[in-house]
């Protein structure tokens, strides 16, 4: 087989969709956050900006929560011993509130995104 510039291209072109499909299969990162006592830890998460991330919510109180966010515009019950997955972003830089709906009192967090 010789390396006709057709075949140089194929192969250009083979490498190119070889590495987009690697790209966009790249997880996205993850954080995970948990609930205990009716609090969340960490109550604050630093999220890099333009970048869309998994938030897994784990709850280890016995006791359903609810993991709300005006800001985000993102509501969801967390079961007790359970979890759930919230996917958030891409953001612009700012801060971005959330809390639990059942424990206000206590429940409070912010992602920062810079």
Do not use: W
């Not at 333009?50 to 109180?61: H, I, Y």
């Amino acid at each position: 087989m010789t390396n006709t510039p057709i075949t140089v291209l194929r192969a250009c072109v083979v490498a190119s969709l070889l590495s987009l499909a690697s790209f966009s299969m790249a997880a996205e990162p993850e954080v995970i956050i948990t609930i205990k006592d009716h609090k969340f830890d960490p109550a604050e998460v630093t999220l890099p900006v333009n970048t869309k991330v998994k938030l897994v919510v784990k709850n280890l109180d016995p006791t359903p929560e609810e993991f709300e966010s005006h800001d985000l515009h993102r509501e969801k019950i967390v079961p007790g011993n359970g979890q759930i997955t919230v996917y958030v972003g891409p953001l612009q830089p700012g801060t971005y509130k959330f809390f639990g709906e059942f424990n206000q009192a206590t429940a409070q967090g912010k992602i920062i995104v810079k």
